[in-house]
């Protein structure tokens, strides 16, 4: 995660970037910039770019930062009736 703090006065919002390398992740298309706000991790993300590896997003607070990647959650089909066979 990242810290993000300023000791500038700002009005209104504020555009952050976090330059991070694509080849560590699955997918750089599906990647979301997390924002750390009121107890829960909002996605702010307005721009990605895979080439550069900049993710962009749009605040009006600062601090925590996360880049997540969206990942499939396997689905297991189990059948009880063969379960119970095998108890």
Do not use: C, R
Not at 42 to 60: A, F, H, P, R
């Amino acid at each position: 995660y990242y810290d993000i703090k300023t000791t500038s006065t700002y009005i209104g919002s504020v555009t952050v970037y976090i330059k991070y390398d694509p080849t560590q992740y699955a997918d750089p298309n599906v990647l979301k910039l997390l924002h750390y706000e009121n107890n829960t991790w909002l996605d702010v993300m307005i721009s990605n770019d895979i080439t550069q590896g900049i993710i962009y997003g749009q605040v009006s607070t600062l601090s925590l930062f996360v880049i997540a990647e969206k990942v499939a959650i396997p689905f297991i089909l189990v059948n009880i009736d063969i379960l119970a066979n095998l108890l």
